[in-house]
C-alpha cells in the first residue's frame, strides 16, 4: 500500500487540486481515498489498472465536496500556475471549462492516462471522452486567441 501511495499521491493531489481549486480540500480528498482503501481493501480490485479506481473514487469524493460547498467564495482559492501571464490566463481557461470537459482534459492531457482509464474513471464511453477532450482544446484555443 505503501508503494501505491507514493506512486498515485501527487498525481491524485494534482488532479484533485484542479477540480476543487483548494489545496485543503484536495489533501482531504486524497487521504480519504487511501484511508477507504485501507479499511475496504478487501472490496477493491487493484491488480491491473490501479489508477482508474483511485481516479474514480477521488473524483467522485471531489464531486460531493463541490455540492457541500456550492458558493465557492472562498478568499484562500489555490492559482497553481507560475507568475507568467500565459500560465495564469491557461490556468484560468481552463478553471471555466465545464466540469466534464475539464476532467476529460485534466486525465488525459495533464495526468496522462489513456481515453479507456479516462472513460472507466468517469463511467462514459471512449468517445465521449474524446469528444469532451475535444470541446475543452477548441475552447481553450479560442479563449487563449
Known amino acids: 500500500m505503501d508503494a501505491l501511495y507514493q506512486t498515485w499521491r501527487p498525481r491524485l493531489l494534482r ?4 477540480l476543487l481549486r483548494h489545496a485543503h480540500d484536495a489533501e482531504e480528498v486524497v487521504h480519504d ?32 465536496l463541490r455540492r457541500k460547498h456550492r458558493p465557492e467564495s472562498r478568499a484562500d482559492m489555490v492559482v497553481q500556475a507560475p507568475d507568467a501571464t500565459g500560465h495564469r490566463d491557461l490556468a484560468e481557461a481552463i478553471d471555466q471549462l465545464p466540469l466534464p470537459h475539464r476532467e476529460a482534459l485534466l486525465l488525459t492531457a495533464i495526468d496522462g492516462l489513456g481515453y479507456r482509464e479516462a472513460a472507466a474513471i468517469l463511467d ?22
Open 15 to 18: 488532479f484533485c487540486t484542479q
Open 33 to 64: 481515498v487511501f484511508a477507504k482503501l485501507l479499511t475496504t481493501k478487501d472490496r477493491y480490485q487493484l491488480d491491473e489498472q490501479p489508477e482508474v479506481l483511485l481516479f474514480r473514487l477521488a473524483r467522485n469524493r471531489c464531486i460531493d
Open 124 to 145: 462514459v464511453s471512449l468517445g465521449t471522452v474524446a469528444a469532451h477532450r475535444y470541446a475543452a482544446v477548441a475552447e481553450l484555443q479560442r479563449r487563449l486567441r
